[in-house]
C-alpha cells in the first residue's frame, strides 16, 4: 500500500501541494507533522489555485503555515517569484525569524530547496519569495513579480499594496497564466480591507451537517452555542454537535459567479477551539470579539469622537456651579475641565499651578489631577485637600477590582484607561455628557478629541488588546482631563458610581438644543437638562 502511494504522490506533488506535504513529511515550525484530519477546511484552500483569493479569517487557524508552504510550493513547481508582504518591516522579522526560518530548518526538503537565504529574502530553486513591509513605498519599487500574497491585508498600508499590486501587472504581461494576488487577514470594519474582497468573492461557507436531524448549515454565534453546557449545538434541534460533525463539514459557495474564491473561517467550526473559549471571548471586548474570533468586520460607534459628537452635546447657558468637579491633565501647560452633573462649563489651559488651586478653592471642587509628569505640586495639593483633591494613575484593571479605584487614604486614584476612555467616549456619543459652553469655546477641546482614535493592538505577549492613540506629534490634554473630571465627577455623586461599565444605549431620545453659528441659542429646558443629569446615576 505504502508504495503505491508513493508513487501516486510522486506524479502529483507538482501540481498538489497536499501531495507534496505528505510525500515530504512536512512539519510546521514547531516540529508537528502538517496533518489534515483536523484541519479538514484547509484542504480546499492547500489546493485551491484560483489567481485571486481572499481569506477572511480568525486568529490561530493555521493560515500563516500554508501560506509560506503554499509559496514555496509554488516556487519550485511553478515558476513564480513571490512577494509576501506584511503590515510592517518588524512584523516581517518577527513573522520570517520565528515562523519560516524553523520551517526551513526542520524540513530537509525545504532547506534542498533555498538558496539565498536572508529575512527579507529566499532563493527557492531558480525563483525568488521577497517578504516586506507594507509601510516602505521604495521598499515597493524595485521588485517584481508574478503572485503577490498579503498578509494582515487590513492592518497593511493600502497605497504600498497598490504599489505591489502594479508590479504584479508587470510580471502579468510576460507571464500570463500568473500574476496571482491572495489577500489574507483579521478582517477589521466592515466596507474596507478584506471584507470589500469577501463581498465580491464567491463567499464560501463551511456548512457542518447535525447527525441527529440532519440539518446542514454554517455555524454562527450565539445560535449555536449552548451558554449553560458551554458546548457548541444544532441551531434547529439544539443537540450537542460532536467534533467530528465539524471535521466532517464542507466549503459551500454562496455565490456562483465569481472569480474570487473567499473563505470565511470563523473560529466556531476550528475543531480544536473550545465552546467556552469562545464564551470567554463573548465577555470581552467586541471589536476583538469580532474580528478575531468569529473572523467578521465589526465597527464600534465609540472608536473616536467627532466634532459633531460634541455638538450635539451642546447645551450653552445656566450652570448653578455647585457640587463641581475638575479634572486636570498634568503637562508644562495645565489642561482643565470644570463641570458638576448639569454640564461641563469651563475648560482651559494655563501654566500656573497657583491658577489651579484657586478654581479648586473658587467652586470647593472635588479635584483628580494626574500624576504624570510632575507629580510634585499635585501631591502637595491632595496633602493640603484630604478627600478633596486626588492623584491619578492610569493602572490596568487586571484583578478586576473596578474601573476606577479609589484610595483616600494615599489621596489616590487609579483607572483602567481603556476602559475609563471608552465610557468617557461612549458618554458622549449617546449624548449622556452635556458642555454648557458653545462650539466656539470649544474649539482647542474639540481638536484634542479628534486627535484620538481606538485601535486593537497586539501585546508583546500578542495579545490582541483594544488602546487609546493619539495621532502622532498632536494634543490629546483635553481629552484626558474629561476623562479626569469624569472620575472626579464620581466622588461628587454620593449616591455612587457613574461609571458602570458595559451600559446599555442611553434612553434619551430628544435632542439637545445646539449652538447656531451665529451664536444664537435656542431657549434651554433646564428641568429636562437636570433630569438627563439624575438618570445618569
Ligand atoms: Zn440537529
Known amino acids: 500500500m505504502r508504495s503505491s ?4 504522490l510522486d506524479k502529483i506533488e507538482s501540481f498538489n501541494c497536499i501531495a507534496w506535504i505528505l510525500k515530504n513529511n512536512l512539519k510546521n515550525e514547531n516540529g508537528n507533522p502538517i496533518e489534515f484530519k483536523d484541519h479538514t477546511f484547509l484542504i480546499d484552500p492547500y489546493l485551491d489555485n484560483t489567481p485571486k483569493q481572499v481569506i477572511k479569517k480568525a486568529a490561530q487557524v493555521g493560515w500563516s503555515t500554508l501560506a509560506i508552504i503554499r509559496s514555496f510550493h509554488l516556487a519550485r513547481f511553478a515558476g513564480a517569484n513571490i512577494i509576501h508582504t506584511f503590515p510592517s518591516r518588524n512584523m516581517s522579522k518577527d513573522f520570517v525569524v520565528p515562523k519560516i526560518d524553523p520551517l526551513i530548518a526542520r524540513n530537509k526538503v525545504l532547506k534542498d530547496l533555498v538558496g539565498v537565504d536572508t529575512v527579507a529574502l529566499k532563493q527557492v530553486a531558480d525563483r525568488y519569495i521577497y517578504y516586506r513591509g507594507s509601510y516602505e513605498q521604495t521598499e515597493a519599487i524595485s521588485i517584481s513579480a ?13 497605497k ?3 504599489t505591489y499590486r502594479s508590479r504584479l501587472d508587470d510580471a502579468k504581461r510576460e507571464n500570463p497564466d500568473l500574476g496571482w494576488e491572495w489577500q489574507f487577514s483579521n478582517p477589521s470594519i466592515p466596507g474596507y480591507g478584506v471584507d470589500v474582497w469577501w463581498e465580491r468573492s464567491d463567499q464560501k461557507h463551511w456548512f457542518v451537517k447535525c447527525p441527529y436531524c440532519r440539518h446542514d448549515w454554517y455555524l454562527k454565534f450565539p445560535d449555536n452555542i449552548d451558554f449553560d453546557k458551554k458546548v457548541r449545538i444544532c441551531a434547529k434541534c439544539h443537540r450537542t454537535l460532536p467534533r467530528h460533525s465539524l471535521v ?20 466556531m467550526f476550528i475543531p480544536w477551539i473550545s465552546a467556552d473559549k469562545i464564551i470567554d471571548d463573548s465577555l470581552g471586548d467586541p471589536e476583538i470579539f469580532h474580528n478575531f474570533t468569529l473572523g467578521e468586520p465589526y465597527v464600534s460607534k465609540d472608536t473616536s469622537v467627532t466634532r459633531e459628537a460634541i455638538i450635539k452635546c451642546l447645551a450653552p447657558g445656566y450652570n448653578p456651579r455647585t457640587n463641581v468637579a475638575i479634572g486636570v491633565d498634568n503637562a508644562v501647560n495645565k489642561t482643565y475641565v470644570i ?14 499651578w497657583a491658577e489651579i488651586e484657586r478654581m479648586r478653592n473658587h467652586y470647593n471642587a472635588i479635584m483628580v489631577v494626574d500624576a504624570n509628569p510632575y507629580p510634585h505640586i499635585p501631591q502637595k495639593m491632595a496633602m493640603k485637600y484630604p478627600g478633596r483633591v486626588f492623584i491619578h494613575y492610569y493602572q490596568q484593571d487586571k484583578k478586576k477590582l473596578g474601573i476606577i479605584r479609589w484610595d483616600s487614604q494615599e489621596c ?7 476602559k475609563v476612555i471608552d465610557d468617557v467616549v461612549a458618554s458622549i456619543n449617546a449624548r449622556d455628557i452635556t458642555f ?8 482647542d477641546y474639540i481638536y484634542h478629541w479628534r486627535n484620538v482614535y481606538r485601535v486593537i493592538k497586539p501585546t508583546p505577549m500578542g ?19 474629561t476623562v479626569y473630571w469624569r472620575i472626579a465627577m464620581e466622588m461628587t455623586l454620593s449616591s455612587g458610581h457613574i461609571v458602570d461599565a458595559p451600559r446599555p444605549e442611553s434612553t434619551r431620545s430628544s435632542a439637545h438644543p445646539t449652538a447656531t453659528a451665529d451664536m444664537t441659542i435656542p431657549a434651554l429646558d433646564l428641568k429636562e437638562v437636570a433630569e438627563r443629569a439624575m438618570r445618569k446615576r
Not at 463641570?339 to 500656573?352: L, P, Q, S, Y
Open 5 to 8: 502511494r508513493t508513487i501516486d
Open 436 to 443: 454648557n459652553l458653545t462650539e466656539r469655546q470649544l474649539e
Open 463 to 481: 495579545i490582541m488588546k483594544p488602546t487609546w492613540e493619539v495621532i502622532e506629534g498632536k494634543p490629546d490634554h483635553f481629552a484626558h482631563a
Open 339 to 352: 463641570g458638576n452633573k448639569f454640564g461641563i462649563f469651563e475648560v482651559g489651559e494655563t501654566e500656573d
Open 248 to 267: 466532517k463539514g464542507r466549503w459551500v459557495k454562496k455565490k456562483r459567479d465569481s472569480d474570487i474564491s473567499g473563505y470565511w473561517i470563523s473560529q
Open 160 to 162: 504600498v499594496l497598490k
Open 412 to 418: 489616590t486614584v487609579r483607572s483602567d484607561r481603556t
Open 146 to 158: 508574478s503572485i503577490l500574497i498579503n498578509d494582515e491585508f487590513d492592518r497593511s498600508n493600502q
